[in-house]
């Protein structure tokens, strides 16, 4: 037995579960990896995020050169290895109504923690088993994320004497996201990019990011679609909607975690709600539904597409995976419609001058 698993073992048991059966559950792409728990029709998530399994986040006080320096965790403000991410947020978000998962024992020296679990039912699977309900669930995941919106969080809350810092979505974590299509996509179509090149296109997006200015920023968690949400029909309100994989929240326009939603790269979103569920949004989150918010959106919307075109790339080239290959006509439809946005006109026509693929 490794030394890792003994300690899982330990703090299994200590938690009241060593009875349990495991069963093995699917992860995200961290280094993080989870087994369910089950025991006399009770169930857990164990969550095993051990320290050192990811390059460092940003410590406090750095610079961006700082940050550069330390690598892409920090750079992109990730939380990388940090459990108490998760932790500290899965608290905020509870104790505001909101359902992330009930923490019932963790050990941030050893890197575990016992949660509630949600069980299999994501919003994927739930459409999957019944489209009927695709109006349903994507308007309850837009009142969630609204009302996220218009709740305040501190930004260095803690858990069990433990803080974490949520920080802002700046511009150096945006652009650095981007370098996941510079690096990866554009060589992949047969373009290098130059330095030029690349300052040109960093300095495009920096232009475009003032578009964001024209509201208030809120909490995103970052990583919210279909397969990261779960349908709770006994709960009530906002909480009906289970949140996992929030650990990398940060503070930005409140568009964010909107785009991540419907333009998801996984799954088609059926383009008939869009304007419906962004004029819901705003109407529940109290913004005013105008240019100025369909602007901030479309260019949140490009740069993650932007990046999301890098990923299935990456994915091939560094890790053996093609088949991730197939989410890029997905991402590319995505793009081409953001980048059809007035403000994004300078992006578009870099994007037709240096990489058309983009297009095709």
């Known amino acids: 037995m490794s030394e890792r698993l003994a300690l899982m073992d330990a703090f299994i048991s200590k938690a009241g579960w060593g009875d349990a059966e495991r069963v093995p559950v699917k992860g995200d792409a961290s280094t993080r990896s989870y087994v369910r728990l089950v025991r006399k029709g009770q169930q857990a998530v164990l969550m095993n995020a051990p320290h050192g399994a990811e390059p460092a986040g940003e410590p406090d006080g750095a610079s961006v050169e700082d940050r550069r320096q330390i690598g892409y965790n920090a750079l992109a403000r990730l939380a990388g290895p940090n459990l108490e991410a998760f932790l500290t947020i899965a608290e905020q978000l509870s104790i505001r109504g909101f359902s992330a998962p009930h923490i019932y024992a963790a050990d941030l020296d050893l890197g575990f923690a016992l949660l509630e679990d949600f069980g299999d039912v994501d919003f994927a699977r739930t459409l999957g088993a019944d489209p009927r309900m695709n109006v349903q669930l994507y308007e309850a995941a837009v009142d969630t994320l609204a009302a996220i919106y218009r709740s305040s969080f501190p930004t260095r809350p803690s858990y069990d004497g433990t803080d974490w810092a949520i920080r802002d979505y700046d511009d150096a974590a945006l652009l650095a996201e981007t370098d996941l299509f510079l690096d990866y996509f554009a060589p992949d179509a047969g373009h290098e990019i130059n330095a030029a090149q690349r300052d040109e296109f960093y300095g495009l997006w920096c232009e475009a990011f003032k ?150």
Not at 221 to 230: G, Q, S, T, V, Y
Not at 349 to 357: N, R
């Open 211 to 360: 578009a964001m200015d024209a509201h208030a920023p809120g909490l995103a968690l970052r990583d919210f679609h279909a397969e990261n949400l779960f349908w709770l029909p006994g709960r009530d309100g906002e909480a009906k909607v289970g949140l996992i994989d929030f650990q990398d929240a940060l503070f930005v326009h409140p568009a964010y975690d909107l785009t991540s939603l419907l333009e998801d790269i996984r799954r088609d979103v059926d383009p008939a709600l869009f304007e419906p569920l962004k004029s819901r949004f705003c109407d529940k989150a109290g913004i005013m539904r105008d240019d100025t918010f369909d602007a901030a959106y479309s260019v949140l919307s490009a740069q993650r597409a932007t990046k999301l075109l890098g990923f299935p790339v990456r994915a091939d080239v560094d890790f053996g995976k093609p088949q991730y290959r197939a989410l890029l006509p997905r991402v590319k439809r995505h793009l081409a419609n953001d980048l059809a946005h007035p403000v994004c006109a300078d992006l578009r026509a870099w994007f037709q001058t240096y990489v058309p693929e983009v297009f095709s």
